[in-house]
């Protein structure tokens, strides 16, 4: 059973635009976000994270909204660019309830294609 | 340069063979992770170390061994695998207690 669900397995947007990708999980232990975004033939590469004492956390062009009751989370690229163009992935951890809290779960990604 | 440097970046082995994945990271990270990604599956966590001593194995047959020599090695020793072992396999690292892991850039495997 999947914990972390990215439902769309691909978004396509123009130069300019909000790309927004979405992510819902299941698991009610889940208290640390995470983004990371792909290029083909290189490695996952981090982007932005949440904990769970937040809603909401900016770091330039991206953003990550987090709605705890929906156990649902969201990556806002504003404006979007042709380079942001790329497999994006969510994770989930459980950093607070310890033991294995280093393990991330991933979903199975979305392709982003931003058009010039 | 990311941190994490994996090799051989590509490696087609036959089903008889022996062969091993190295990864190393330049981070002074305690924790160190083995990652396969399959086409249109999400990242599956294989193995993880931290302090060299191995915590988790995900149900990960015996044809993958794992070895930490150190914190800052980790290997993957392939034998025997079958075609559907074909696959990205991506190593990680990232302090003991933090859970932004930092990637390195994964060994296409193909077993032919």
């Known amino acids: 059973d999947q914990q972390v669900k990215q439902n769309s397995p691909s978004l396509s947007v123009q130069e300019g635009r909000i790309s927004i990708l979405n992510c819902d999980y299941t698991?009610?232990?889940?208290?640390?976000f995470l983004w990371y975004k792909k290029y083909p033939a290189e490695g996952p590469t981090f982007l932005i994270s949440?904990?769970?004492?937040?809603d909401k956390n900016e770091d330039g062009r991206f953003t990550v909204f987090l709605n705890k009751s929906a156990k649902h989370l969201s990556l806002h690229i504003v404006p979007s660019q042709p380079g942001d163009s790329a497999v994006y992935f969510c994770a989930a951890s459980a950093m607070m309830s310890g033991g294995s809290n280093y393990k991330l779960t991933f979903g199975k990604g979305t392709l982003l294609t931003v058009n010039p | 340069e990311t941190g994490v440097t994996q090799t051989p970046r590509h490696l087609v082995m036959g089903m008889t063979n022996k062969k091993s994945l190295k990864c190393e990271q330049h981070?002074?990270?305690?924790?160190m992770y083995w990652y396969k990604q399959s086409a249109k599956k999400p990242l599956e966590l294989m193995f993880v170390y931290s302090l060299e001593e191995r915590v988790e194995n995900n149900s990960v047959p015996s044809r993958f061994s794992p070895e930490c020599p150190n914190s800052s090695h980790l290997f993957l020793h392939l034998h025997t695998l079958q075609p559907e072992d074909s696959a990205l396999y991506l190593c990680a690292s990232s302090q003991e207690r933090g859970t932004e892991a930092f990637f390195g850039q994964g060994t296409r495997l193909t077993v032919v």
């Open positions: 981070l002074g990270h305690n924790a």
């Open positions: 949440i904990s769970s004492i937040k």
């Open positions: 698991n009610s232990m889940f208290d640390y």
